[in-house]
């Protein structure tokens, strides 16, 4: 475990887009590749940012109405590798931080998101060089952690995110656990 982990590379892949044009500003300035969903890579082109979608990082195109868009090897190789080595050999760069935040669950099965979870999961998985970015509240502290310490977010930093980050997987996953139990009692049994 490094105990601060520079960012040289972030996925955003937002909602709520609240704060991302100054969040996205600070980045950029502070020499951040970026790569974005295509909604969010939209917002950051209209404000004078650039970023790379993620079809283009990939080389693969959205799939499926925009149903499959993360999902992909370079992606969460990215997230999880433990160092640029684990990567090398497949021509793979680390993603250091994952700024995604979730839609909220509101009682449609299109409505459950997959891609978010996953991206989330994966950097909980590799908190210990991956920063999990969950929710715009957050963007004060990572750009002040980040002008501190030269580009780099600190242990204690990405396990606080951790936790927030967990407590909001749990909430989505419960609301979506309580809506299947409502369907499954408003199903004639046979």
Same mark, same amino acid.
């Given at each position: 475990?490094?105990?601060?982990v520079?960012i040289n590379r %972030?996925l *955003?892949?937002v909602? !709520?887009?609240?704060? #991302?044009e100054?969040?996205?500003?600070?980045?950029?300035?502070?020499g =951040?590749e970026?790569?974005?969903?295509?909604?969010?890579?939209k917002?950051?082109e209209?404000?004078?940012?650039?970023?790379?979608e993620?079809?283009?990082?990939?080389?693969?195109?959205e799939?499926l109405?925009?149903?499959?868009?993360?999902?992909?090897?370079?992606?969460? %190789?990215? *997230?999880?590798a433990? !160092?640029?080595?684990? #990567?090398a050999?497949?021509?793979?760069?680390p993603?250091?931080m994952? =700024?995604?935040?979730?839609?909220?669950?509101?009682g449609?099965?299109?409505?459950?998101d997959?891609?978010?979870?996953t991206l989330?999961?994966?950097?909980l998985?590799?908190?210990?060089r991956v920063?999990?970015?969950?929710h715009?509240?957050q963007y004060?502290?990572v750009?002040?952690e980040m002008?501190?310490?030269?580009?780099?977010?600190g242990?204690?930093?990405?396990l606080d995110?951790a936790c927030?980050?967990?407590e909001l997987?749990?909430?989505n996953?419960?609301a979506?656990?309580?809506?299947h139990?409502?369907?499954s009692?408003?199903v004639?049994?046979?």
């Amino acid at each position: 475990m490094q105990d601060y982990v520079k960012i040289n590379r %972030a996925l *955003i892949s937002v909602t !709520n887009k609240n704060g #991302l044009e100054h969040f996205g500003h600070f980045l950029d300035s502070m020499g =951040v590749e970026i790569i974005s969903t295509e909604g969010t890579y939209k917002v950051l082109e209209k404000y004078g940012m650039h970023s790379k979608e993620v079809s283009e990082y990939t080389g693969q195109p959205e799939m499926l109405g925009g149903r499959v868009k993360t999902l992909h090897p370079v992606i969460h %190789a990215g *997230i999880l590798a433990k !160092n640029v080595e684990d #990567l090398a050999e497949y021509q793979i760069q680390p993603i250091d931080m994952a =700024v995604v935040n979730l839609y909220r669950f509101r009682g449609y099965v299109e409505n459950i998101d997959v891609g978010g979870p996953t991206l989330i999961k994966a950097a909980l998985k590799n908190r210990d060089r991956v920063a999990a970015v969950t929710h715009p509240i957050q963007y004060v502290r990572v750009m002040d952690e980040m002008k501190r310490n030269d580009g780099a977010l600190g242990y204690a930093t990405r396990l606080d995110f951790a936790c927030e980050a967990s407590e909001l997987l749990a909430e989505n996953e419960t609301a979506i656990a309580y809506w299947h139990k409502k369907l499954s009692r408003n199903v004639k049994k046979a």
